[in-house]
């Protein structure tokens, strides 16, 4: 082989060994994780439910929000799985401990239980949720929407129900659309907080 041709083979095993390095070297991983996040403590009140037991739950989710990846409605038939962002942890069970929180910080129960609970041990005043959305959509609003009732936990009676239809502008990113859905939640924890306290026995 002449000396040009041996020039020439060992800059093309170089090219092929500096591509190969780049290649298999370890590149950052881009996955973000999200969590939502609870209201601010309100000041010192005793609440609608001081001395009550107040329980959370059962709380249903859709199938296609229930998963790690945050969602993006980008049509009316069409949803679209978050590449690299993510829930730290069940959406479904971030949504019961955040509204939890909420709804202790709204009514001063003397404690907050989640369902399922023993029997014998059944709370004074029950919330579930039916959460039908709960997403981005492509035009960078948020929304909240569901059915909740207010049951007394004792008898098992519905006291009052209600569909719950909150929207939020300014989710263009996965940062500002966790912020969003958390404003969204606590603005239904608020609705709740009313519906209870409007309730004869709240009085």
Known sequence: MSGGRRCAARLVLGLLLVSGCSILSPRPDPSRFFTLTPIA???????????????????????YLDRPELVTRVGPNEVRSAASDYWA??????????LSHDLQALLGPSSVQS??????????LVVE???????????????????????????????????S???????????STVAALSELLGEFGRELADAARALPSAR
């Open 129 to 163: 949720v039916d959460v039908a959305q709960f997403e981005r959509a492509i035009d960078g609003q948020a929304h909240l929407r569901g059915l909740w009732r207010l049951r007394n936990g004792k008898s098992g009676t519905v006291l009052r129900a209600g569909e």
């Open 165 to 175: 239809n909150l929207a939020h502008q300014g989710a263009q990113d996965a940062g």
């Open 41 to 63: 403590e309100p000041g010192p009140n005793p609440g609608a439910l001081a001395g009550h037991v107040l329980g959370i739950g059962p709380i249903t989710f859709p199938p």
């Open 115 to 124: 369902y399922p609970w023993y029997a014998g041990g059944q709370p004074d």
């Open 89 to 98: 942890g069940s959406l479904a069970k971030q949504f019961e401990t955040t």
